[in-house]
């Protein structure tokens, strides 16, 4: 008997408190969409930064020694230069820009007749995809997977040849 008791003036002190608890719950609302640690997690299909700039050159080897050289970029093992950041919004999380000089002509950049090519790093790469698709956008292969994430090419209205990638769980770099 005490227990219920108990149980009912709670309730009854809880239902006169029920704007005083309203407000207190807008606060922690308003807390929570400046606290990235306690929001949700954001999977809208788009852009997230830049995962690397690819260009022509007459002489790739000749044009990274000289950006070696007079302007301190280090080539590493895969023959790329690479840029680490932080993700602002996850701190632990290092992305990774990376920067090539291919051979004037590769066909990697096909069918782009364009002499660059970037790799945007996105989210949820599979939604935006179907977003590309749904706007009639050029999707020229399908994604595929490897350790360091999803890959996919498509092409924009100028004729430019984009890489999309989405890095894989804990992995920033490629």
């Known amino acids: 008997m005490k227990r219920l008791l108990t149980i009912i003036l709670l309730v009854t002190l809880l239902a006169s408190c029920g704007a005083v608890t309203k407000k207190t719950n ?35 080897q000749e044009t990274k020694e000289w950006y070696a050289k007079n302007l301190g970029l280090e080539i590493n093992e895969w023959g790329s230069s690479s840029f680490e950041s932080r993700n602002i919004n996850r701190p632990d999380e290092i992305n990774s820009l990376q920067w090539v000089p291919f051979k004037k002509g590769d066909e990697y950049f096909s069918p782009s007749k364009k002499d660059f090519m970037i790799n945007y790093q996105v989210q949820n790469i599979e939604g935006l995809v179907n977003k590309l698709k749904e706007n009639g956008a050029t999707i020229l292969d399908s994604i595929t997977a490897y350790d360091y994430g999803k890959f996919v090419h498509i092409m924009d209205m100028e004729g430019n040849k984009i890489e999309l990638w989405e890095p894989a769980e804990n992995k920033g770099n490629h």
């Open 26 to 60: 807008n606060m922690e609302d308003q807390k929570n969409q400046t606290d990235n640690s306690t929001s949700p997690v954001d999977t809208t299909p788009k852009v997230t930064g830049i995962g690397g700039i690819f260009f022509f050159s007459d002489n790739p």
